[in-house]
């Protein structure tokens, strides 16, 4: 909907994600008995308006990602904390809860961004990939009090698995072999005691065969010792308790 891309069938694939992929999500996700976060662009949540409280309703979290998944980056500061602003009101009526973490569209920061995210008050971003672990981002030299998150693209579900039938952007992975590149990541991060994270699109991940794919991997990591499920905010405020105390 951001680019205008309104069609019947682009609409429907979009459509997907919420009618079948979230269902099952949240089903894995029970019986698995893990909490996970939801970063949920405030258009979604306006079409959608259960959507957002039945997240929290199960026990999960509810942060931000834009307005209309806009691209941030072509924004003056005052359109962009005008839209995330909006964003934060639009979650906090539906759930209850103000959302403490945002991830930007698409993943990136404009030159703006650092200071909206400081001045609307969040303690983490999950947008950027300086390191495995969770930092601390810097704003002209000086600590934030933010805690970055990192996200990376072999951790994420979209450069193996999207399809543009109108582009050469075909899925190139079996879903299963995808699993052997999630299950390493996983495998070493445990051996270095550290962050394992990944990111996923109910419209990309939520097919039968991802799906069983994603129920193997959670059932792998779970026969590990000392491994802690926890959402994006949860492991924020591990890392810096100050700040969500």
């Not at 445990?190 to 059932?219: C, K, Q």
Request: with cysteine; charged share 25%; aromatic share 10%.
């Amino acid at each position: 909907m951001r680019d205008g891309e309104v069609s019947p069938g682009r609409m429907a694939q979009g459509e997907y994600g919420a009618r079948v992929g979230v269902p099952r999500i949240l089903d894995l996700l029970t019986k698995h008995g893990i909490s996970a976060s939801f970063f949920i662009p405030a258009v979604c949540a306006l079409l959608r308006p259960d959507e957002a409280p039945r997240y929290i309703a199960d026990g999960h979290e509810v942060a931000v990602h834009g307005w209309i998944h806009e691209r941030n980056t072509h924004l003056s500061f005052d359109n962009e904390l005008d839209l995330l602003g909006r964003a934060i009101a639009v979650l906090e009526g539906q759930t209850g809860v103000r959302p403490v973490g945002i991830r930007t569209p698409s993943w990136d920061f404009s030159d703006s961004t650092l200071d909206v995210i400081q001045e609307l008050g969040f303690g983490y971003d999950s947008s950027l990939m300086a390191d495995d672990e969770p930092y601390e981002l810097l704003h002209k030299g000086k600590q934030t009090g933010i805690v970055e998150i990192p996200v990376e693209w072999i951790r994420d579900d979209a450069p193996y698995l999207m399809m543009d039938r109108f582009s050469g952007l075909r899925p190139y992975m079996a879903p299963r072999e995808l699993g052997r590149i999630w299950r390493d990541e996983f495998d070493t991060s445990y051996a270095e005691g550290g962050t394992f994270e990944l990111t996923m699109h109910p419209h990309i991940i939520g097919h039968r065969s991802r799906m069983s794919m994603l129920d193997e991997l959670l059932t792998y990591i779970r026969t590990f010792p000392d491994v802690w499920f926890t959402t994006h905010a949860g492991l924020a405020a591990h890392v810096s308790p100050n700040i969500f105390s």
